[in-house]
């Protein structure tokens, strides 16, 4: 009897002590994250120094980019008539000022690229130019003609500090 009050208390302990530890990989408010699916899968790059970057270049032209090993993504906004990045939505195709692109390897024809009928969206919903963090969501869809392909790259969201020229 002794010992069955104890196993019911230690897998009352362990049941409460799991739900306690649930992992989460959403990130918090005041965390910096990259992160998307690509196909269905999630896509987060490497930590490494380089692997992340976010550049809002003279206030006209914001980049985006990671790197997973040899999976790359970027996405960029060029503003030409000379208005500032800001919050709004951008819609990413075949315009090279508002374009994304997914790179799957170092081979040139592993590029998936947005055009006029691939298309997805930039929206940026915060910039704190004071503290110089940027954040927002994405996805767009990609086509590759050499390999006559597509990617769906969904679910992205990131939160990052970003650089100046």
Do not use: W
Request: aromatic content about 10%.
């Amino acid at each position: 009897m002794k010992h069955s009050k104890i196993l019911t208390l230690f897998i009352i302990a362990l049941v409460t002590l799991a739900a306690s530890c649930k992992k989460t990989t959403d990130p918090g408010p005041d965390d910096f994250y990259f992160q998307c699916k690509i196909d269905g899968s999630s896509y987060i790059p490497n930590s490494c120094a380089n692997c992340i970057t976010c550049s809002i270049l003279g206030d006209t032209t914001f980049l985006l980019g990671g790197n997973a090993e040899y999976e790359a993504l970027l996405i960029g906004v060029i503003k030409l008539d000379h208005s500032q990045i800001a919050i709004l939505n951008y819609v990413l195709n075949a315009n090279l000022q508002q374009k994304a692109t997914y790179k799957n390897s170092t081979v040139t024809t592993d590029r998936f690229d947005t055009d006029a009928t691939h298309t997805g969206l930039l929206e940026i919903i915060s910039l704190d130019k004071t503290n110089r963090i940027i954040k927002g969501n994405f996805y767009f869809k990609a086509y590759n003609s050499y390999r006559n392909d597509s990617v769906n790259v969904t679910d992205g969201k990131f939160r990052l500090k970003y650089t100046t020229n």
